[in-house]
C-alpha cells in the first residue's frame, strides 16, 4: 500500500462505522388522501338541446359519490336552464358499493322514474367523482333500482367520458 491509501484506510474505516448520523424513525401518519382541488362535485343535467351538460355545485369541495349523487337527485334548480330526466324523490340518499372496476349504485327509484338519459345523469356523475377523485377512467357503473329492470347488470359508461 502506498503512504495516501494508509492514511485514507483508517479514515474510511471511522466513516463507515458511525454511518451517517441519522437514526431510524418511527412510521407517521400522513392524514387523509386529498380528494381534488375541485370548489364541488360535477353533476350532470340535460340542456335546452337535449343532451347532457356539466353543473358544477360549489360546495367547497369534491366530496363522495353517494354525496354527489345526493346533490343530483335534488335536481338543478330552477334559474339554471337545466332540466332532469329523473323524476322527483322524497329520499335522495343512494347506496354506492365499490367492486373491481365497477360502481354498484342502488337507486330509490324504479326503473320506470328514469329515463335513458336520466340513467346517463346517474352514470355520469358518479364517474365524474370518481375519476376526478383519482380512481380509474375505465371503470363502469351499474344502476340498480328498486324494482329489479332487465338491464340492472349492465355496466354502463359515461357518453361523454368515451
Known amino acids: 500500500m502506498t503512504g495516501a491509501v494508509k492514511r485514507i484506510w483508517p479514515v474510511l474505516a471511522v466513516v463507515v462505522l458511525a454511518g451517517c448520523g441519522i437514526q431510524p424513525s418511527a412510521v407517521t401518519g400522513a392524514g387523509e388522501a386529498p380528494t381534488g382541488v375541485a370548489a364541488g362535485p360535477t353533476l350532470y ?3 335546452p338541446d337535449g343532451g347532457l351538460r ?10 363522495t359519490v353517494p354525496e354527489a349523487m345526493s346533490l343530483l337527485l335534488t335536481g338543478p334548480g330552477a334559474a339554471s336552464g337545466l332540466r332532469t330526466e329523473i323524476a322527483p324523490v322524497s329520499m335522495t340518499r343512494v347506496g ?3 367492486g373491481r372496476g365497477v360502481i354498484r349504485l342502488h337507486v330509490p327509484l324504479t326503473a320506470d322514474d328514469v329515463t335513458a338519459l336520466g340513467t346517463d345523469q346517474l352514470v355520469c356523475t358518479a364517474l365524474g ?3 376526478q377523485s383519482g380512481g380509474s377512467q375505465s371503470t363502469k357503473v351499474q344502476v340498480r333500482f ?3 329492470a332487465p338491464d340492472s347488470d349492465r355496466r354502463r359508461s359515461c357518453p361523454l367520458m368515451e
Request: glycine fraction near 18%.
Open 45 to 47: 343535467f340535460v340542456g
Open 54 to 63: 356539466p353543473d358544477q355545485r360549489r360546495t367547497g369541495g369534491l366530496g
Open 96 to 98: 354506492v358499493a365499490y
Open 129 to 131: 367523482v370518481h375519476v
Open 146 to 148: 328498486t324494482q329489479p
